[in-house]
Each structure stands twice: as structure tokens, then as C-alpha cells.
């Protein structure tokens, strides 16, 4: 059993990296929503709720939102295409952000956040924010749970501001994701 929330500290840099792939940083700085770009690429999406909890915010995520709001929503999941995980994804939705929302932002369900977010023209993203996970990070746990090859993957996060509120959301692209895949497929013509 794994304790949530999972720590997604790390080295974030808000810069294209010399290291990165064309298709990783096509993925890593997709400005618009990644669950739309999900389902685009296979024929079944699915979300897998991990953890749904209310909590504090960290003094670090709170700098990162610009707020002095303490509470927030904290959601943890696995966003699966075609049966294959894809991404682990950790949103931080502070309490006010929920009540402007009339509260749909806190029954989600298995129902993907970005599909409800994304809805809304007015939304904007802040700089998106990348770091590389290895298996010495606590994300390997899930890595592991899932039965996945050693985590050595990058992840992205940003703030996004939604009817003048922020939401954090943090994603890790898993072992054998699209991120990968679709890499190994244009090495393969």
C-alpha cells in the first residue's frame, strides 16, 4: 500500500533541454490539454483514481500557486489508453478554485480533469515545468505497482488559471508510454 500524497519534488526547469527528443518535448509542452491528446491516440481512455483527499498545501505548492489559501483538493491518477498506463497525473485544486466551480471540480469521479478544465475558453497555463524521474524517486513505487519497466521518465508541471482561480498539476509520463513509443516508431521507418 502506497502512502498518498506521493512527493513530486525534484529539479523542475522551465527550458527545452538539449537532451530531449523532438517528441518528448512535443508532449512535455503541449499548451493544451493532454487527455484530449490521449484520446486521440488510442481508441479507449480510462482514469484510475488513486487518491481523493482534501489537505494542506505544502509552503512549497503554495509559492508555486501564488496563495494564501492553506486547503485544497488533492487528486492522484493513472490515466490509461487502450488498457496501457500512460501517466501518472497529481492535481492540487485550492478550495476556493472548487466553490467559483459550483463543486464539479470536486466530484470528478473517474472522470479526467482535464476534459472538465478544458471546456472553459477562458483557461490559461502558466510556463510549464520538467524534470526527470529515475528509480530512486518515490513515483518508482507506482512504476512498480503497475508492473512497469524501471522509471526513468520525464514529468511536467504547471499552474493553470481557470475563471481567475490556480490548479498545480503535475504529470509523469510512465515506462512505455506514447512519450516512448511514438519515438521507437519513427525509429522503426
Not at 512504476?143 to 498545480?168: E, F, H
Not at 513509443?181 to 521507418?189: I, P
Request: charged fraction near 20%.
Amino acid at each position: 500500500m502506497l502512502d498518498y500524497p506521493l512527493s513530486l519534488d525534484n529539479n523542475w526547469f522551465d527550458i527545452v533541454l538539449d537532451e530531449l527528443t523532438e517528441i518528448e518535448s512535443n508532449w512535455l509542452f503541449e499548451t493544451s490539454s493532454l487527455t484530449a491528446r490521449l484520446k486521440l491516440n488510442s481508441r479507449y481512455f480510462e482514469v484510475k483514481v488513486l487518491s481523493e483527499i482534501i489537505q494542506d498545501l505544502t509552503m512549497s505548492q503554495a509559492n508555486i500557486l501564488k496563495t494564501d489559501i492553506q486547503t485544497a483538493l488533492f487528486r492522484e491518477v493513472v490515466l490509461y489508453c487502450d488498457g496501457k498506463p500512460q501517466v501518472y497525473a497529481q492535481s492540487w485544486i485550492p478550495l476556493r478554485t472548487q466553490q467559483k466551480q459550483n463543486n464539479e471540480l470536486m466530484s470528478l469521479g473517474t472522470k479526467p480533469l482535464g476534459e472538465q478544465i478544458f471546456k472553459d475558453p477562458s483557461i490559461k497555463r502558466n510556463t510549464i515545468e520538467i524534470a526527470k524521474f529515475d528509480s530512486a524517486h518515490p513515483i518508482a513505487n507506482v512504476v512498480n505497482m503497475l508492473g512497469l519497466a524501471p522509471l526513468n521518465c520525464w514529468g511536467r508541471r504547471s499552474v493553470l488559471t481557470l475563471a481567475q482561480q490556480k490548479l498545480l498539476v503535475c504529470e509523469i509520463f510512465l515506462p512505455g508510454s506514447f512519450i516512448e513509443t511514438k519515438a521507437s516508431e519513427l525509429n522503426l521507418d
